[in-house]
């Protein structure tokens, strides 16, 4: 079983940054693509990010690509997302899990990290 713990978020000013973490537990073998996604109210959620499970591949969405850097650390089991640039249209709670949609399935989700981008 697989938990992912999701930590990081906060209130930010538009223009600032934060680095989000994503701790997985319970697979210390055989590292996947992970990704980043977001979910704001009302709306559905969307991918933000992905990285190979080597970390010398990433896939950002166009809107935040230039912004965000997603990194891992197979070593400690964790995804990060550097945040620069913020806007208020990126407040959302923001998600990691596996890259592939049915393992993610498997995986479920964890509780997720709020962002909060004020103007």
């Known amino acids: 079983q697989v938990q992912l713990v999701e930590s990081g978020g906060g209130l930010v000013q538009a223009g600032g940054s934060l680095r989000l973490s994503c701790a997985a537990s319970?697979?210390?073998?055989?590292?996947?693509?992970m990704g980043w996604s977001r979910q704001a109210p009302g709306k559905e959620r969307e991918f933000v990010a992905a990285?190979?499970?080597?970390?010398?591949?990433?896939a950002y969405a166009k809107s935040v690509k230039g912004r965000f850097t997603i990194s891992r650390d197979n070593a400690k089991n964790t995804v990060y997302l550097q945040m620069n640039s913020l806007k208020p249209e990126d407040t959302a709670v923001y998600y990691c899990?596996?890259?592939?949609?049915?393992?993610?399935?498997?995986w479920g989700w964890g509780q997720g990290t709020q962002v909060t981008v004020s103007s």
């Open positions: 990285i190979n499970r080597y970390g010398d591949g990433t």
């Open positions: 319970g697979r210390t073998y055989d590292p996947l693509a």
């Open positions: 899990n596996a890259a592939s949609p049915s393992i993610a399935t498997m």
